[in-house]
């Protein structure tokens, strides 16, 4: 059975920093715990303590909380109120949704002086007939029972008619501890049952698996897996839909069944998981020879780079934008490089040999890609590289200068002539030379210089 442990304490005292000698509230419900103890040596400051849906089959090991005001112990298998009388200072008890049918076992709460509300809701002594009257009478110190308010007339009503309803009471009682009498015996008988039948089903399994012979093992190993694993699936959906369909009396012992048939599938399955993770092969990323693979398990696109200029290799992983870095390890080697993604390897062989130690793995904050920057092993002197890249430089600024000036002489125009060459002097020019027979153009020239000369400039046009 499951109790509270310390581990379990301190990992719920969070707000406390993780101390549990100076706690003062705590929560431990659905933790599925079977049995209450240690809290009354290790929180003995404990004021709010909440329990409720675990399987708790009786308040115990809390009577020295001298200081707790509030206990909450809904559903739970609670059958019967005890060991509260030392809860001093207790103002608030929550029993709603128990196996409560001893209503005469409140009387332990008169002790419990400063107990103004009481939640007993869900259990079957609220089904007895003077439920209520007999509680107010009981308990005189009572304020609120089961979220509604005590007026003095109903408890004046209730100590006035109390005689004849504790002796119904009782009654009820009785009556009801001999139908859980009953329970109890068919939950063993059934619980028995289950025991047997599964006794022969494990011997059944067992005379098969001696009457094979193990050279038929070796043979039909797949198929026997293959049908066996369905044969246990059809088998597992029988049982399951024969489980949840039974009708079955809603008591503690069903509920602590129902629980452990639940917790039995979920360790059964997880059984099968780690046995298919044992049975899976590893996937080969060196080979006998030494030979280094390439391998994209995580099946992650990819890009590898030769950055000649910084003379390193680059690889961008694409790795999923919102996993976690903690996820992934990166292994880098003088010859590959290793990226274990959720412990699913990436391999890649390198063109060149790189420096392991000088390499550096980074996150995109936008994309989320592993880039990891890989310097060469072989080296380049740059000094030289400087040098003659220097030259260079230099020569092609005099290269340019000299281009330029060439160029802005040849582009040069006077500003007293027009923007266009002037073909009038260029034909003058080969006539002093005496190239060709070309002798019409001056006269056109003289012409046309005559035109101009005749021109008049009238300034009131």
Not at 28 to 42: A, F, G, R, S, T
């Amino acid at each position: 059975f499951l109790s509270v442990t310390e581990e379990l304490v301190r990992r719920r005292a969070e707000h406390n920093n993780c101390e549990i000698f100076s706690l003062e509230e705590i929560s431990l419900h659905q933790h599925e715990i079977e049995k209450l103890e240690y809290l009354d040596k290790w929180c003995r400051d404990l004021k709010i303590l909440y329990l409720q849906n675990n399987l708790i089959p009786k308040i115990e090991n809390v009577g020295k909380l001298k200081k707790l005001e509030y206990l909450n112990v809904a559903l739970n298998n609670i059958e019967r109120i005890e060991n509260l009388e030392g809860c001093e200072e207790l103002k608030k008890l929550d029993l709603t949704a128990n196996f409560i049918g001893e209503l005469s076992s409140i009387e332990a709460l008169k002790y419990n002086i400063h107990l103004k509300e009481l939640f007993l809701v869900g259990n079957p002594c609220t089904e007895f007939e003077g439920y209520r009257q007999f509680v107010v009478a009981t308990l005189h110190q009572l304020k609120c029972l089961d979220s509604k308010e005590i007026e003095r007339s109903e408890r004046i009503q209730a100590l006035q008619n109390y005689p004849e309803v504790k002796q119904k009471i009782r009654e009820q009682e009785q009556a009801y501890l001999l139908k859980r009498a009953r329970e109890k015996e068919e939950a063993q008988r059934r619980m028995q049952e289950r025991k047997d039948k599964k006794q022969k089903q494990m011997e059944s399994k067992l005379g098969f698996d001696s009457s094979d012979s193990l050279q038929n093992k070796e043979n039909h190993q797949a198929e026997g897996d293959r049908e066996q694993e369905t044969w246990r699936t059809v088998e597992d959906d029988e049982e399951d839909r024969r489980f949840w369909e039974e009708p079955t009396p809603y008591t503690p012992e069903s509920r602590l069944e129902t629980h452990r048939y639940i917790e039995e599938k979920r360790r059964a399955k997880d059984n099968i998981r780690e046995s298919k993770k044992r049975e899976k092969p590893l996937q080969t990323l060196v080979t006998a020879e030494g030979k280094v693979l390439n391998v994209n398990v995580p099946k992650l696109h990819f890009s590898l780079k030769d950055d000649e200029e910084n003379n390193q290799i680059i690889l961008d992983l694409a790795v999923y934008r919102h996993l976690d870095t903690s996820l992934l390890d990166v292994d880098v080697q003088p010859t590959y490089i290793r990226v274990l993604v959720k412990g699913k390897p990436f391999q890649l062989v390198l063109p060149e040999e790189v420096k392991p130690d000088s390499s550096s793995a980074k996150r995109s904050q936008t994309t989320g890609h592993l880039v990891v920057s890989m310097p060469k092993a072989k080296e380049i002197i740059l000094a030289k590289q400087k040098v003659s890249t220097s030259i260079k430089d230099s020569d092609c600024n005099i290269l340019q200068k000299n281009a330029r000036s060439v160029q802005v002489e040849k582009l040069e125009v006077d500003p007293s002539k027009y923007s266009f060459p002037d073909v009038t002097k260029i034909i003058q020019k080969k006539e002093q030379i005496g190239q060709g027979p070309i002798r019409l153009q001056p006269e056109k020239i003289t012409e046309t210089k005559k035109s101009y000369v005749d021109f008049e400039n009238n300034e009131d046009v």
